[in-house]
C-alpha cells in the first residue's frame, strides 16, 4: 500500500520543468517600462518511445514475465535518437513556426522590444510538453 | 580511512557547472555603461514546477537604462550541479550595454 502510493506520489509530483535555453533581445526601457508585457506559447507533445519500452520491460520483469522483448526494442529505437537535441523526441517540429504569425496578432504595430525566447519542457514519465515560450512588450500597446 | 576520505572528496567536489545556451545580439559602438540582471533557481531533488524566475530579466535591465535602450546582450543559461540528485540550481544572467535615446 505504502510502494503504491509513494509510486503514484512520484508520478504526481515528477512533472517537472525543465529549462533549456534562454535568449533576451534588445530592449527599449521607455516601452518596457511603460507597456504590459504579452506572453506567447507554443507546444507539442513529446514522446520517449525508448522510455516506454524500458518502462513496459520494468513492469514485465516485476510482474515475472521476460523484459527481454521490449528491452530489445528499446535499444533498437536508441540507435534512431542519437544526436544532441532538447527534451523528448516529438512528431513534428512545425509547431514552433506559429511563432511569426503570433507575434504579428499580439502586436499588431509590429513595434516589438525586449523579447524574451524561452525554450523548456514539462516532464512527464514517457511523455512530456515541449514548449517554445516567448515573452516581450509591444509598443503602443497598453 | 582512505575510501572515507576519497567518498568525502568525491561529494564536495562533484560540483559542476553546466552550460545550456549561450546567446548574443548585435554589439553597439557605446559600450560604455555595462548593465547586468540574473536569474536563479534552487532545485531541491529535481522538482522544479516553473521557469518563471527568467521573466524579470527584460525588467531588471530595462531599470537600470531609463530613457535608453539595452543592446548587445549576451544571456547565458547555466546549470549547477551542487549535489547530484539532491540540490541543483538553474541560472540565467543577462549582460548588456545601455545606450542613450536619442
Not at chain 1, 524574451?116 to 512530456?128: D, F, G, L, N, W
Request: overall charge neutral; hydrophobic content about 40%; aromatic content about 6%.
Amino acid at each position: 500500500m505504502t510502494l503504491r502510493l509513494a509510486a503514484l506520489l512520484l508520478l504526481v509530483t515528477s512533472g517537472c520543468a525543465v529549462m533549456h535555453s534562454t535568449q533576451l533581445g534588445d530592449i527599449d526601457a521607455d516601452t518596457v517600462m511603460s507597456s504590459k508585457p504579452f506572453e506567447i506559447k507554443l507546444s507539442a507533445v513529446g514522446f520517449d518511445a525508448q522510455e516506454a519500452a524500458e518502462t513496459a520491460a520494468a513492469i514485465a520483469e516485476l510482474s515475472g514475465g521476460s523484459g527481454d522483448a521490449f528491452s530489445t526494442v528499446g535499444d533498437i529505437i536508441s540507435l534512431f535518437q542519437t544526436g544532441p537535441k532538447t527534451g523528448k523526441p516529438v512528431f513534428t517540429e512545425k509547431y514552433s513556426d506559429k511563432i511569426i504569425h503570433e507575434l504579428r496578432t499580439k502586436c499588431p504595430s509590429g513595434r516589438i522590444t525586449g523579447l524574451t525566447m524561452v525554450r523548456e519542457t514539462a516532464e512527464y514519465p514517457v511523455v512530456s510538453g515541449e514548449i517554445v515560450k516567448v515573452m516581450g512588450y509591444c509598443q503602443g500597446a497598453n | 580511512m582512505r575510501r572515507p576520505l576519497l567518498i568525502l572528496l568525491a561529494t564536495v567536489f562533484s560540483g559542476c557547472v553546466h552550460m545550456h545556451s549561450l546567446s548574443t545580439t548585435s554589439v553597439p559602438v557605446d559600450r560604455s555603461k555595462e548593465v547586468e540582471a540574473k536569474g536563479y533557481r534552487f532545485i531541491f531533488l529535481l522538482l522544479n514546477f516553473d521557469n518563471r524566475y527568467v521573466n524579470k530579466l527584460t525588467e531588471d535591465l530595462a531599470k537600470q537604462c531609463p530613457g535608453g535602450r539595452v543592446e548587445g546582450i549576451l544571456t547565458k543559461t547555466e546549470g549547477i550541479t551542487y549535489f547530484p540528485v539532491i540540490a541543483h540550481g538553474m541560472k540565467v544572467t543577462a549582460k548588456g550595454y545601455c545606450v542613450s535615446g536619442s
